[in-house]
């Protein structure tokens, strides 16, 4: 029987910027984007809260910048969030969805500054906040950004879109034999060094007893059905 009312109230949605470029292998796929967006909206229209964070990793990769300094190329990192935040937020306004984005290094004549209660404040009214910067300090990964965000806000979960249908016990792309987990221990994938997350996002929804939900996003209705209970991916709790 399917469930007609959404198992989770307030979700944190991480997003790999490299799912926003669709086929192509950087920047952005506005289809993709489209299709992404009217899964959130009809979350929204459930009532649930959704908050977002978002990679930059369809732009730019700065772990793979050379020998550029660490922090600069972590900058530029977080500038290509804000990109990513403007086109879903602009693409989920089309829909009627109404939108706001945050960012975690003030940019005023682009973005409002994060604002914890402001933040709460629009999720609260039915807006789809959209976090970008990351935490906003460079050697920190978006996953951090994500965990540190949901824990903020005091989300229910985080839905991380993934490109493989949940947690192996090894890569199911060169082990055709690869175990799926349903259902994992935040110490398992810290004992493990499971490739959910990095390590101090996962110590941080450890810390904060935060569960996340790893699913596949190829197709973009799983965010929808995650919402609403069904099971898929592998929860981690």
């Known amino acids: 029987m399917e469930q007609t009312t959404p198992k989770y109230k307030r979700i944190l ?96 004549k682009v973005a409002e500054p994060y604002i914890r209660g402001k933040a709460i404040r629009h999720l609260e009214k039915g807006r789809v906040v959209i976090f970008g910067c990351g935490t906003g300090n460079p050697f920190f990964s978006t996953d951090t950004g994500a965990s540190l965000r949901a824990a903020e806000i005091n989300a229910d979960i985080i839905f991380k879109a993934t490109n493989v249908d949940g947690v192996y016990d090894s890569d199911p792309r060169k082990n055709p034999d690869a175990k799926l987990f349903s259902e994992l221990t935040h110490a398992q994938i810290l004992e493990n060094h499971l490739s959910v997350m990095d390590m101090t996002a996962a110590a941080m929804c450890q810390d904060n007893e935060l569960p996340v939900l790893v699913f596949n996003l190829s197709d973009p209705e799983n965010i929808y059905r995650a919402a609403m209970g069904e099971p898929i991916g592998t929860v981690v709790k």
């Open 13 to 108: 949605l991480k997003l790999s910027g490299e799912v926003l470029a669709g086929g192509k292998e950087s920047g952005l796929d506005f289809d993709t984007i489209n299709t992404v967006c009217q899964s959130i909206k009809k979350c929204v229209d459930q009532g649930v809260q959704i908050a977002i964070v978002i990679g930059g990793g369809n732009f730019w990769r700065g772990r793979s910048s050379g020998n550029m300094d660490r922090t600069r190329a972590d900058h530029m990192g977080m500038l290509a969030t804000v990109i990513n935040c403007l086109a879903l937020a602009d693409s989920l306004e089309q829909l009627g969805v109404t939108a706001r984005v945050q960012t975690a290094i003030e940019m005023p």
